[in-house]
């Protein structure tokens, strides 16, 4: 919910702060992932030997303050610096989180990342409710995000009597699973620390392949919202109510995808879900985008949304799989695909400023296409989890 309530709310805050689409692209998508580039890396690299569940206690106590901060905000650069903070908060917090529940479960990783993944489809269709409601009563999105805000800081309680008091938080255990390329950590563990293990990481094809495709992930989510939202403003004059429900119906579809992937994962390869997720996720986007029916295109958002979800599960867990109990390793090296999602809103936002938003959207195809040919080109035994019996 944290990550919705800007982007569903952008051309509103487009309109109280009156910016241009790329200042707009800056303030809510950028920034929250400029400050992230220079302290998460070395923090996710020691999150390996560290009490993870307290490093995810504190960094949700800070992602509260900052996103409270953040709905304070007198100028559209107090908004994106209070955005920025609360943006490291979160992927320390959410790389050490991910991190322990990979390393629970080595044998079944796509399942568990896509019901990782269903938490987070169930925030974005609830942040339109959120703001339907501050608009019913006559507030914004200032009363959206102290909201959510607050839930961070009552999540914060709940992980703290968790992890302080029963500890149920799992350590770090490397397994013995899935890639031939994560012998090359392995043989790091024992070497020079961390900067040995992560040079290794940085040898490590199938890694950098998997984090690739899943950085591509980034323009179907909160970039495609925000621009979404201000596509149906402009192009079919579409209400906040109309945009809160076409974003509604697109993540509660999500969500749908999400569990009968869960479920797909039983019978059919990840490699085969991905492509045929890739190639329906297209065709449906770009029926949305030539539709000129308001229902119309909140059908058609929705089936993009049911398409998307295996995407990012699946990319996110076979990463994992290439480095097999180094959690944080695989974080801190994600952190080198982190200025694709910081320079893409920057792009679409000087392309739409140029050429209009809807010739802007057609890059954010770049997610289907891309992991399509990441999936296309690798082995399929790259694909597949190792079982042991």
Wanted: glycine fraction near 10%.
């Amino acid at each position: 919910m944290g990550a919705g309530v800007t982007p569903v709310s952008a051309p509103d805050i487009r309109s109280e702060f009156d910016v241009a689409y790329g200042e707009l692209g800056l303030i809510l998508l950028a920034a929250p992932l400029l400050l992230s580039m220079v302290i998460e890396g070395p923090i996710l690299l020691a999150s390996d030997r560290l009490r993870r569940g307290r490093v995810a206690t504190f960094g949700l106590v800070v992602m509260g303050v900052f996103m409270i901060a953040a709905a304070a905000a007198t100028s559209p650069w107090m908004l994106a610096l209070g955005l920025a903070g609360w943006g490291s908060a979160s992927g320390i917090t959410c790389g050490v989180s991910q991190g322990a529940l990979m390393d629970a479960y080595p044998q079944d990783r796509e399942r568990w990342m896509t019901r990782w993944t269903l938490m987070g489809s169930l925030g974005d269709a609830a942040t339109p409710l959120l703001i339907m409601a501050a608009a019913a009563a006559g507030m914004g999105w200032r009363t959206a995000l102290v909201g959510a805000g607050a839930l961070h800081l009552v999540h914060a309680v709940v992980m703290f009597s968790v992890v302080w008091e029963r500890g149920a938080v799992p350590e770090t255990e490397a397994s013995g699973d899935d890639s031939e390329d994560s012998e090359d950590t392995e043989d790091a563990e024992d070497g020079d620390g961390w900067w040995a293990q992560l040079r290794a990481g940085l040898r490590n094809r199938q890694l950098l392949l998997w984090l690739g495709a899943g950085a591509l992930c980034c323009l179907l989510d909160e970039i495609f919202v925000a621009f979404g939202a201000v596509f149906l403003r402009a192009e079919l004059g579409a209400t906040v109510t109309t945009q809160s429900l076409a974003f509604a119906a697109c993540a509660v579809l999500e969500a749908v995808g999400l569990v009968v992937t869960d479920r797909l994962l039983r019978r059919f390869s990840p490699r085969h879900l991905l492509m045929a997720s890739c190639l329906a996720c297209a065709a449906a986007f770009l029926c949305w985008l030539g539709v000129r029916s308001r229902v119309g295109s909140i059908v058609l958002l929705a089936v993009v949304g049911l398409c998307t979800a295996p995407q990012y599960p699946i990319c996110a867990a076979r990463a994992y799989a290439a480095a097999p109990g180094k959690s944080g390793l695989v974080a801190a090296v994600d952190q080198l695909f982190s200025p694709l999602p910081i320079v893409a809103p920057l792009v679409i936002g000087l392309v739409a400023d140029q050429f209009g938003v809807t010739l802007a959207l057609l890059l954010l195809l770049a997610q289907p296409v891309g992991v399509f040919v990441l999936a296309l080109a690798l082995r399929p035994a790259d694909h597949e989890p190792r079982m042991q019996g």
